[in-house]
C-alpha cells in the first residue's frame, strides 16, 4: 500500500521558562493507505504531541510532515485546515462534541466548513461540493456506528460510549482516509472501550480507513497492524 504520512526527523521542544523540554527527538514515522497503527508509552511520553504534529494541529521544531508527498507545514494555514477537514479525522478522550448541538448536528459539522474548489485536485482528493445529502450521510452514519435512535439527543443525553461513537461518526462524515484517535477509550469501561475498538476496526475493514490510535488499551494490538512504543522521545518497534 502507498505511503499517506509521513514524519521524518521530527522534533519538538516546549520551553518553559528558562528550561527546555526535548519531548520528541527526530521520530521517524510512515503510514500506509488503510493500515491501522497504535501508538502506546507511559504518560508524558509525547504521544498527544506526536498527534498533533501529524495531524497538522502544531508545527513541530524540525523536521516534515509530508501528507501525500506534500509538506504539511510548508502550506499555508488556510490549506493545513483544509487537509485536516478534508483528508483526516480526529477521535479524542473526551469526545469534544459541541454541547448545544444534538448527535445529527454533531455529525453533520465537519461538512459544513467552507470549502474550496479545486483545492481537491491539488492534493490527489475528490472535490466533494453537494451540500443536498450531508444530513442523510450524517443520518446514516449514526444507524452504521449503532446510535439510529439517536439522532436527535444533545451529548448530555448520551453515555459516554455513545458520546464516542459520534464523534466516530463525525471523524467519518468527510470520508477521510485516517483517522488520529488520542486515547478514544481512555474515559470508558473496558467493555464499551474494546466496542470502540471493534467499532474502528469495522470502519477500517470495509472503507479502507487508516487509523493512528494512540492508546493505553492493551486490546488495542487485536485490531493493530502495527503497534509501536514511544518513549524517550523516539518510537521503538
Ligand atoms: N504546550 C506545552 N508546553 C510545555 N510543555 C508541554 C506542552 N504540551 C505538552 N508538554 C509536555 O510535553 C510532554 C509530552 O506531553 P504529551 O504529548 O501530552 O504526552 P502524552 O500524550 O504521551 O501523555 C509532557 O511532559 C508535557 O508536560
Ligand atoms: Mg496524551
Not at 504518560?43 to 504539511?72: C, E, N
Not at 469526545?95 to 466548513?113: D, F, G, K, S
Not at 444507524?143 to 464516542?164: F, T
Not at 490510535?213 to 487485536?222: D, K, N, Y
Request: some cysteine; hydrophobic content about 40%; charged content about 25%.
Amino acid at each position: 500500500m502507498p505511503v499517506l504520512m509521513e514524519g521524518t526527523a521530527l522534533t519538538k521542544r516546549y520551553r518553559s521558562g528558562q528550561a527546555a523540554l526535548e519531548v520528541l527527538q527526530g521520530v521517524e514515522l510512515a503510514i500506509s493507505s488503510g493500515e491501522v497503527v497504535a501508538v502506546t508509552g507511559p504518560s508524558g511520553a509525547g504521544k498527544s504531541t506526536l498527534l498533533h504534529l501529524l495531524g497538522g494541529i502544531d508545527r513541530p521544531s524540525a523536521g516534515q510532515v509530508l501528507y501525500r508527498h506534500k509538506d504539511l507545514y510548508r502550506l499555508s494555514e488556510g490549506e493545513r485546515a483544509w487537509i485536516r477537514n478534508r483528508a483526516f479525522g480526529f477521535v479524542f478522550q473526551f469526545y469534544h462534541l459541541v454541547p448545544e448541538l444534538t448527535a445529527l448536528e454533531n455529525v453533520m459539522l465537519p461538512a459544513r466548513l467552507p470549502r474550496r474548489k479545486g483545492w481537491g485536485r491539488r492534493f490527489g482528493l475528490s472535490d466533494v461540493s453537494d451540500p443536498a445529502p450531508i444530513r442523510q450521510r450524517a443520518a446514516d452514519l449514526l444507524g452504521q456506528v449503532g446510535l439510529p435512535s439517536r439522532l436527535n439527543h444533545l451529548p448530555a443525553e448520551l453515555s459516554g460510549g455513545e458520546q464516542q461513537r459520534v464523534a466516530v461518526a463525525r471523524a467519518l462524515m468527510n470520508k477521510p482516509e485516517l483517522i488520529f484517535c488520542d486515547e478514544p477509550t481512555g474515559n470508558l469501561d473496558s467493555r464499551t472501550g474494546a466496542q470502540i475498538l471493534e467499532l474502528m476496526q469495522e470502519v477500517n475493514r470495509k472503507q479502507g480507513t487508516a487509523f493512528m490510535i494512540v492508546t493505553h488499551e492493551e486490546a488495542v494490538s487485536r485490531i493493530a497492524n502495527r503497534t509501536i512504543s514511544l518513549k524517550d522521545g523516539r518510537l521503538w518497534d
